[in-house]
């Protein structure tokens, strides 16, 4: 890789970094006065710098991490450096498709999922080319049934490839260390796959036997599908997680594989150039979409200060 390529676009980045907000004006903005005041200090934000607020700014926030996502890339010596943190919307618009067409097979109506981001058909539609997206249809529907099993065991396998899709990405457009952080990240979101799957009663030893099939084969995963109580906990020590307790809150555990990849990134500050720098920096203004989602939604909604503040993502030093 010709790193040099990169400097362009690392200066732009790291001119930007110094613009993010940190968690003190997060909150400013959820506890502004008025509506007027909320979208008046939403400007302060890259993802409103350019373009106003309109009236549900809260609907707004991923469609703009999206766009300067993609504006990133494009100014960028390889773009798949900067889909990689926009992948997850376009995934949830290729799922739908794969239901809908599951659904028309069996004579069903489609259940009804989350709908992505506006703006992401043509980023749905690279992911719908991609090997992964293939073998995950392919695996989807010829199982299909209209039962509830069914339906986890299409989750299960698109969750898997999804991953094998990101872990492909990230080698063939940055190599390493930016190969090692996906690596990495692939690791965190798999262990709250694999802890949710468990409180929903999924079939984890099938769960893990897909991943397997999919290529994402992380020993600490196994464990989390296979081992026991002592076996899970020493697996979510190893990757940086806190083991869930007795009362597992899976909202707690997201926001910790949040933070401990911000961690895993943090190492960008040692690179001068490179496609860390830009993914780091996407990064860092995910976690500032996350968070102002949540100070909007808790300003909505009333949401106590000490809520919110307890819900925010730690934002990248």
Do not use: H
């Not at 607020?53 to 703009?64: A, K, L, Q």
């Not at 190969?179 to 798999?190: H, K, P, S």
Request: charged content about 30%; hydrophobic content about 45%.
């Amino acid at each position: 890789m010709d790193r040099a390529k990169w400097c362009f676009i690392c200066g732009r980045v790291t001119a930007q970094r110094v613009r993010l907000l940190d968690r003190r004006a997060v909150l400013a903005i959820a506890q502004a006065p008025t509506v007027e005041d909320r979208r008046a200090r939403l400007r302060s934000s890259l993802l409103f710098s350019e373009t106003p607020p309109g009236e549900r700014p809260f609907e707004e926030v991923e469609e703009r991490f999206a766009g300067l996502a993609r504006e990133t890339g494009a100014l960028s010596p390889d773009a798949r450096v900067a889909a990689l943190l926009e992948q997850g919307s376009a995934w949830t618009a290729a799922r739908e498709a794969i239901r809908a067409e599951a659904a028309a097979r069996l004579g069903v109506s489609a259940r009804s999922g989350s709908a992505p981001p506006k703006g992401v058909r043509g980023d749905a539609d690279a992911i719908r080319e991609s090997p992964e997206f293939a073998e995950a249809r392919y695996r989807v529907l010829d199982g299909s049934s209209p039962s509830d099993e069914a339906e986890s065991r299409g989750d299960r396998i698109l969750d898997a490839y999804e991953a094998a899709a990101l872990l492909r990405v990230a080698r063939d457009a940055g190599g390493d260390p930016l190969g090692g952080w996906v690596a990495a990240w692939v690791r965190l979101r798999g262990a709250l796959a694999f802890v949710r799957a468990r409180t929903l009663g999924w079939n984890l030893p099938e769960m893990w036997r897909e991943w397997r099939a999919a290529g994402v084969d992380f020993p600490a995963l196994g464990d989390l599908a296979l081992g026991d109580e002592a076996t899970r906990g020493a697996a979510l020590n190893s990757l940086g997680l806190f083991p869930p307790s007795e009362n597992a809150n899976i909202a707690a555990l997201e926001r910790r594989v949040d933070e401990r990849m911000t961690e895993v990134v943090s190492a960008a500050r040692g690179e001068p150039f490179g496609p860390e720098v830009v993914f780091a920096f996407l990064w860092a203004l995910r976690i500032e979409a996350l968070n102002l989602r949540i100070a909007l939604a808790a300003a909505e909604s009333g949401m106590s200060e000490r809520r919110m503040a307890e819900e925010l993502r730690t934002e990248a030093a």
